[in-house]
């Protein structure tokens, strides 16, 4: 294969149809402890089952949205942990280690970055968004009031629409 099948495999990979569970982790380390949390990751099979690890380092004066949350170093690592599972797979069990990595990324000043399958609590999400909680909380009643986007990560819990909105 090229070295760009290689870097994209899940997604020539012939025996992982796109209907395979793919409980992704996406984290942005800071720099500082990014050796450390890698290399304890991939010494570990349980850890580095069925993963295509992609790293990338990004400066974080580059970041711009008032949103993202990134460690407070001046150079970071997106760490990203695509798992490619065998039908087979327990799920629960992957979605777990995603959160114990999280877990320990967090207790290294790493955060999440949004498009993992970790699970969350409201708790969560706010220690994640920091002091940007309660503008983002004010937005959010404001402009959707009835909680219609994205009620299922568990940041705003206590709507569930019975129809859909008018």
Same mark, same amino acid.
């Given at each position: 294969?090229?070295?760009?099948?290689?870097?994209?495999?899940?997604?020539?990979?012939?025996?992982?149809?796109?209907?395979?569970?793919?409980?992704?982790?996406?984290?942005? =380390? &800071? *720099? $500082?402890?990014?050796?450390?949390?890698?290399?304890? #990751?991939?010494?570990?099979?349980? !850890?580095? /089952?069925?993963?295509?690890?992609?790293?990338?380092?990004?400066?974080?004066?580059?970041?711009?949205?008032?949103?993202?949350?990134?460690?407070?170093?001046?150079?970071?690592?997106?760490?990203?942990?695509?798992?490619? =599972? &065998? *039908? $087979?797979?327990?799920?629960?069990?992957?979605?777990? #280690?995603?959160?114990?990595?999280? !877990?320990? /990324?967090?207790?290294?000043?790493?955060?999440?970055?949004?498009?993992?399958?970790?699970?969350?609590?409201?708790?969560?999400?706010?220690?994640?968004?920091?002091?940007?909680?309660?503008?983002?909380?004010?937005?959010?009643?404001?402009?959707?009031?009835?909680?219609?986007?994205?009620?299922?990560?568990?940041?705003?819990?206590?709507?569930?629409?019975?129809?859909?909105?008018?």
């Amino acid at each position: 294969m090229t070295y760009e099948q290689y870097y994209r495999r899940e997604e020539v990979c012939g025996i992982c149809p796109t209907t395979t569970p793919k409980p992704f982790v996406y984290l942005c =380390l &800071p *720099a $500082s402890r990014y050796v450390e949390y890698t290399s304890k #990751l991939l010494a570990n099979p349980a !850890e580095a /089952a069925y993963v295509v690890p992609r790293m990338s380092a990004w400066r974080r004066s580059h970041f711009k949205r008032p949103l993202a949350r990134v460690p407070n170093e001046d150079m970071v690592y997106r760490f990203q942990l695509s798992r490619v =599972l &065998p *039908a $087979s797979a327990d799920i629960p069990a992957f979605i777990a #280690l995603n959160r114990t990595l999280y !877990e320990r /990324a967090r207790d290294m000043g790493g955060t999440r970055l949004t498009s993992s399958a970790i699970p969350m609590s409201q708790a969560d999400w706010i220690r994640h968004y920091g002091p940007a909680w309660e503008p983002f909380r004010a937005a959010k009643q404001r402009y959707d009031p009835k909680n219609v986007l994205t009620p299922g990560h568990n940041m705003f819990p206590g709507y569930a629409p019975s129809k859909a909105p008018e």
